[in-house]
């Protein structure tokens, strides 16, 4: 069992650019979440996926944030003019069901410079 | 909404002494708390999960009780490790939505010194 698997690790952006962060979920689980880590705000939910249809973007930007999932191997993350404020750490996370435990990936840290 | 309170921002203490965390929570659907513990630049992994209310729960060393009478759920250990030094995170699940998805509190740093 893989876990789950985030890439980039790292990413280097220039303020007003795209950044696209991808996760592979653990293979069988129909559950991905997004998540943003920040010293500031702490873990913030951003959206949730079940059997791939998007189901809770609560947690989302309203403006330059996106989410897909294609497919049940991979779920992506975009965000469009990246801004300063858009650093931290995004974590994805999935779980056999909406109500199992939650395992997340190492992260993708983005800094926007 | 849902949301979570973890008192203690840092913790710092020695080796061998025990800890606990602070978690308390307010949700108006039953209440479903977790103890996530995320080393330095690793994954947030599940450290334990509640039970039925005032039934203790235990993993690696580390045990909790889910006290509905004071919407709590902190996290003990008797005897701290060097390698105990983390970020700990309690967590309410969302059980009155359609995601189960979770609320973090704070994080509280450990530091355990030798």
């Known amino acids: 069992n893989a876990g789950v698997i985030q890439t980039p690790r790292h990413k280097v952006t220039g303020k007003g650019q795209e950044a696209t962060l991808w996760c592979e979920p653990i293979s069988g689980h129909s559950a991905v979440f997004w998540y943003r880590q920040t010293i500031v705000q702490g873990l913030e939910f951003l959206t949730y996926f079940r059997n791939q249809a998007p189901i809770d973007d609560s947690g989302m930007p309203k403006e330059r944030f996106s989410a897909q999932m294609p497919n049940q191997s991979h779920s992506t993350l975009k965000i469009q003019s990246t801004q300063p404020q858009d650093s931290a750490v995004y974590l994805c996370a999935s779980s056999r069901d909406s109500g199992n435990t939650l395992y997340f990936g190492e992260g993708s840290r983005l800094i926007v410079v | 909404g849902d949301s979570v309170t973890q008192t203690e921002g840092l913790v710092t203490l020695t080796k061998g002494l025990p800890v606990m965390l602070n978690c308390t929570y307010q949700t108006t659907y039953s209440p479903f708390l977790f103890w996530y513990v995320q080393h330095l630049n690793e994954a947030p992994k599940l450290l334990l999960k509640?039970?039925?209310?005032?039934k203790r729960t235990e993993h690696q060393g580390f045990y909790a009780t889910l006290h509905k009478s004071s919407s709590s759920f902190h996290l003990q250990k008797s005897s701290v490790q060097l390698s105990d030094s983390a970020l700990y995170f309690c967590a309410l699940r969302d059980t009155g939505g359609l995601s189960g998805k979770l609320t973090f509190g704070e994080g509280t740093q450990v530091t355990v010194i030798s």
């Open positions: 509640s039970s039925t209310d005032n």
